[in-house]
């Protein structure tokens, strides 16, 4: 399902800007998950632990402004479209730090505010591929998306959620590769460690000795393999910029 959050700290342009999305919603027959927040500081919590596919987020707020988030929202997703919305103009060149997809000033009109869903959606992947870990508590069904690192421990599969939460499949006679054959198939997951396999849309360093994730998450990096990690991780990168484009 798509998910769009709207920050602003002003309530009648929050209420304008999450009537003119559910307009649109309704409009292109899309299923969505629209949340309003009406302080940066809100925002920034939850996003501990989850993500959206679409921000809207107002410049100038109290404590945090619009850029600085747009950064940190940046930092955490890479693939996440962003859109700033302002009464202030002159700070359109210093927003684009965050890579946004578009800069509405306010009073934002419906065709504009339209116009800049439809190109951002062209660049959403909504796509909620899921899989199921069979566990001592019992079935979970996870998506993909929110899985940050799988580790191989005593036969059974760890899943490292982005909320997170820890899962433990139960042990199996197949090897680590044969178990997660389903995520190593994708060209988001890549296993750098015989005991590790990380999703490269989390990972916000890569060292000689660790792929460091979102969370502060460290997987270690095997010695013999780090030039095919480098490479693999590059190419992904550069295939998802070239997505952009």
């Not at 599969?157 to 590769?177: D, I, R």
Request: a neutral charge; proline letters at 4%; hydrophobic letters at 40%.
């Amino acid at each position: 399902m798509l998910k769009i959050a709207i920050c602003d700290d002003q309530p009648d342009e929050l209420n304008i800007i999450y009537t003119y999305l559910r307009e649109y919603c309704v409009s292109k027959d899309l299923k969505a998950e629209v949340r309003q927040f009406p302080h940066p500081d809100e925002l920034l919590q939850v996003l501990q632990k989850e993500n959206f596919h679409i921000y809207i987020l107002d410049i100038v707020m109290p404590m945090i402004s619009g850029l600085e988030l747009g950064k940190e929202i940046r930092r955490l997703d890479r693939e996440a479209q962003i859109i700033y919305s302002t009464t202030e103009p002159q700070f359109a060149l210093q927003a684009y730090a965050a890579n946004p997809i578009n800069f509405l000033v306010k009073p934002i009109s419906q065709e504009a505010l339209f116009s800049t869903l439809t190109l951002a959606l062209a660049k959403v992947e909504t796509e909620d591929e899921t899989i199921t870990v069979k566990t001592k508590v019992g079935i979970f069904v996870v998506s993909v998306g929110n899985i940050l690192c799988c580790e191989y421990i005593g036969r059974g599969v760890t899943y490292q959620l982005a909320s997170g939460e820890k899962l433990h499949s139960l042990s199996s006679t197949q090897s680590f590769a044969e178990q997660i054959g389903i995520l190593l198939g994708r060209a988001d997951f890549l296993q750098p460690h015989i005991s590790f396999a990380v999703n490269l849309r989390h990972v916000e360093l890569l060292t000689r000795e660790e792929m460091r994730l979102r969370g502060g998450i460290s997987v270690p990096v095997s010695k013999k393999q780090y030039t095919a990690v480098r490479d693999r991780y590059l190419d992904f990168r550069l295939a998802r910029e070239g997505q952009k484009r």
